[in-house]
């Protein structure tokens, strides 16, 4: 049977409110009484009602995060920063996978305002949408923080990479090498993400004065990756750029299949996390675009919005080359 401020009341002969005072630390009740309460109370293993208290401050301290799934590269760094910068302030995570269902992600964000979560951690499916769910939330005073996957739309709190200035720095980093051939394998061709890094990579080729032929293609997985890199090899590229670490996984796969070289056989690049491209020897040259930094910077903005803050903020973390071995 659980223990009660009532039982602890009646044990300890003071009153219920003299004894959830004592728990508080209250100033008017004296040092003595409050040890005497503490004492009991953890020889008497009480432990507070949570959802009493939550239905009283209206705020569970209880942060949700919804991601299309936590087995992707870059996302679990980010959940990860997260879940540590919420336990430093003493909240909980409550983590989701939407299984890049809008539907699935709709039955989350119900789930998030039932449990009156005290804000919300949200990437996008690839699909959405609608977003009334979201503004159900902001309709019960309950904060979204966009991460990663972001919508469109300028009335919401957004927290993302740098994708065109990554992608920029890759293409020109190719360049630079001299580079006359590319395959370029990005991801979901729906998703902005996708998009901003497409542009911003082809354009910058495009601009060179010298001409350099450039192949283009949609990878959704690294399956996927793996199946059009030994389709294009025909093509002889002399390197192949990769949106990011699942891309570059199912690349490596069918460059290590047939024996290439890197990077005398072939030069490899990519935007990554940075743990992928350590995996391979020499290691993979990439643009940084850090899960960690992300979460960080979301949480940031989080607490900014929990304890007043009224702007809409559209931030990004800002990349940077990290040289290997690969070009």
């Known amino acids: 049977m659980n223990t009660t401020l009532k039982k602890l009341a009646e044990v300890s002969g003071l009153s219920i409110s003299t004894v959830s005072r004592a728990l508080?630390?209250?100033?008017?009740?004296?040092?003595?009484?409050?040890?005497?309460?503490?004492?009991?109370?953890?020889?008497?293993?009480?432990?507070?009602?949570?959802?009493?208290?939550?239905?009283?401050?209206?705020?569970?301290?209880?942060?949700?995060?919804?991601?299309?799934?936590?087995?992707?590269?870059?996302?679990?760094?980010?959940?990860?920063?997260?879940?540590?910068?919420?336990?430093?302030?003493?909240?909980?995570?409550?983590?989701?996978?939407?299984?890049?269902?809008?539907?699935?992600?709709?039955?989350?964000?119900?789930?998030?305002?039932?449990?009156?979560?005290?804000?919300?951690?949200?990437?996008?499916s690839s699909t959405t949408e609608n977003m009334d769910g979201f503004l159900k939330l902001k309709e019960a005073d309950i904060p979204v923080i966009f991460f990663g996957q972001v919508p469109e739309r300028t009335d919401c709190h957004k927290v993302y990479v740098a994708d065109a200035a990554s992608a920029t720095i890759a293409a020109q980093v190719v360049i630079r090498k001299n580079k006359k051939r590319i395959l370029a394998l990005f991801g979901d061709e729906r998703l902005p993400i996708t998009k901003r890094r497409h542009k911003a990579f082809a354009e910058t080729i495009q601009q060179n004065r010298e001409p350099i032929?450039?192949?283009?293609d949609h990878a959704h997985n690294s399956i996927?990756?793996?199946?059009?890199?030994?389709?294009?090899?025909?093509?002889?590229?002399?390197?192949?750029?990769?949106?990011?670490?699942?891309?570059?996984?199912?690349?490596?796969?069918?460059?290590?299949?047939?024996?290439?070289?890197?990077?005398?056989?072939?030069?490899?690049?990519?935007?990554?996390?940075?743990?992928?491209?350590?995996?391979?020897?020499?290691?993979?040259t990439y643009v940084e675009t850090s899960g960690d930094k992300l979460g960080k910077l979301a949480f940031s903005s989080m607490m900014s919005c929990i304890t007043g803050g009224t702007f809409i903020q559209d931030l990004t973390i800002e990349s940077e080359l990290i040289e290997g071995g690969s070009l």
């Open 24 to 124: 508080k630390n209250h100033p008017d009740i004296s040092e003595r009484t409050k040890a005497l309460i503490v004492e009991l109370a953890n020889a008497m293993d009480y432990e507070p009602d949570v959802n009493a208290v939550h239905l009283r401050t209206k705020d569970s301290h209880i942060f949700g995060l919804i991601v299309p799934s936590i087995a992707n590269f870059f996302y679990d760094s980010c959940i990860s920063s997260i879940e540590e910068e919420s336990r430093k302030k003493n909240y909980s995570l409550m983590i989701l996978q939407s299984g890049d269902s809008p539907e699935i992600e709709l039955d989350n964000i119900k789930l998030c305002r039932q449990s009156r979560v005290s804000g919300l951690f949200a990437c996008l």
């Open 213 to 216: 032929e450039l192949i283009t």
């Open 224 to 284: 996927v990756a793996e199946l059009l890199t030994k389709t294009y090899l025909v093509q002889h590229p002399d390197v192949i750029f990769c949106m990011n670490d699942e891309i570059l996984t199912g690349v490596m796969k069918t460059v290590q299949k047939f024996r290439l070289r890197v990077p005398e056989d072939i030069g490899v690049i990519a935007i990554s996390n940075g743990f992928i491209p350590s995996l391979y020897y020499p290691q993979t």
